[in-house]
């Protein structure tokens, strides 16, 4: 049967969104992955992957075209499938037409259902639709509502955390009216495109767009939180004499900083706590009166007999891994094992680095750290090496004239990767600024598609935690990454005598198909000569 796809919302602030290319036309098999189409929103022009298998049928607009959030943008379905019906549904205007040419044709017991449906949810404005919040999200998990069933929203009021694959974002209303469903609990998933709430006036047949809704999610009854949780908590009862303590609280938490501290103090696991704050929010009395049933049971305990009558437990955890995780394991190893890697080392003398460094931070108000010193002096290399700041684009090669520098920062979910715009023409002290704020956004999971989106090189700095040397894997569409190890003092030769020196290592991974072992070498010369005269870099 055919599939509908709507024009997703591709950005928290998205409208409509214009057709920048079509990567598949009509007639054309499209396979699950495959790269659909380009669409150019208010952020950024971004990849979208179709999410079934099929036949490209009809799109909705040609390249160029602009397209509502929510309008029809393509079908999918099986050859010469009819879908005259579903076009019409979806085109304003076009139902009346379509009833009285498509009656003759067929029997009545089977296109007056189509042509005339019970509900025509495309055109309401009360349906909310799971948006796509990152270029690369597939699901979304519901990390907290911030209104119940039953609650006035207003437009600009947030509605709900959606957690994505790149971070936890706030869902704001772009309607006002009153909450009449969820798709889903917190904590529970729901595909791009698939129903996530409806916002409408009181009685309003809610039913029947849950129904018309072909890949709706399941009621509330269906949901499978409460399948899961009720077996466990019979089976603990049962075989325990203390309950095991159920998880209220999934995902994102949200306690008040005075709630979080007394927990951390008292060692009080916040997911076993109900909040009785706004919202479901954790304060301080919940910490106080909150009474453990008993500890965790552990997901498996095996007892081991030995022959001294020592005896133990087998003992782990199983945590779902994150949104987040699941799209840095695709992304990564669809790099690795895409992009023949090849690795290039050097060893750089950081005397006059560490000696700069000190006389610019002894009166400035912005310090500068290590870090953005190899980042001022990668970006001014790639501007000597622009076979380096390029992309492995399948057909082509794209060698980018700009130079965006993502900077790899590590928070509890992962790796972030925020992107330093036009580095090369950015000082020091303005790289330092940008730096910091990107990774305090990171680490507050407040970070927005634009800030991580369009890097064409990229550094990961695990100096700081005493790594020497390591090697990275490239962050795609880059061609490289250089991984930078920490400075340490090591014995070189100067003059002929040997002497103390800090010595920094760094590594080039190179995509091979972009990217030659000439090439990365020349570029991390220049790299090296920049760092070992800094003052190069502020001419």
Known sequence: MAEVILMPRLSDTMTEGVIAAWHKKVGDTV??????AEIETDKATMELDSYQTGVLLHIGAPAGGKLQVNDLLAILGKPGEDVSALVAQHTPGAAPKAAPSSAPASSPAVTQPAATPAVDVTKMEEVVLMPRLSDTMTEGVIAAWHKNIGDTVKKGEILADIETDKATMELESYKDGTLLYQGAKAGEKIQVNDLLCIIGKEGLDVNGIVAALKNGVPAAGNAPAP????????????????ATPTVVNEGRIFASPLAKKLAEEKGIDLRYVK????????????IDNYVPSAAPAPATTVSIAAPIAASGQVRYEDVPVSQMRKTIARRLSESLF???????????????????RAKLNENAKVKISFNDLVLKATAMALKQHP?????????????????NIGVAVAVDEGLLVPVVRFADSLSLSQIAVQVKEYAQKAKDKKLQPA????????ISNLGMFGIDQFTAIINPPDACILAVGGISQQPIVKNGQIVPGNVMKVTLSCDHRVVDGATGAAFLQTLKSLLEEPLRMLI
């Open 31 to 36: 396979n699950k992955g495959d790269l659909l």
């Open 227 to 242: 399948a899961t949780t009720a077996p466990v908590a019979t089976q603990a009862t049962n075989t325990a004499p203390a």
């Open 275 to 286: 909040g009785s704050g706004d919202n479901g929010r954790i304060i301080k009395a919940d």
């Open 338 to 356: 895409t992009a023949p890697h090849f690795y290039l080392t050097m060893s750089i003398d950081m005397d006059a680095a560490v000696a700069a």
């Open 387 to 403: 076979k380096v700041n390029s992309s492995w684009m399948g057909d082509f090669i794209r060698y980018n004239q700009h130079i």
């Open 451 to 458: 800030d991580w989106e369009g890097s064409t090189f990229t």
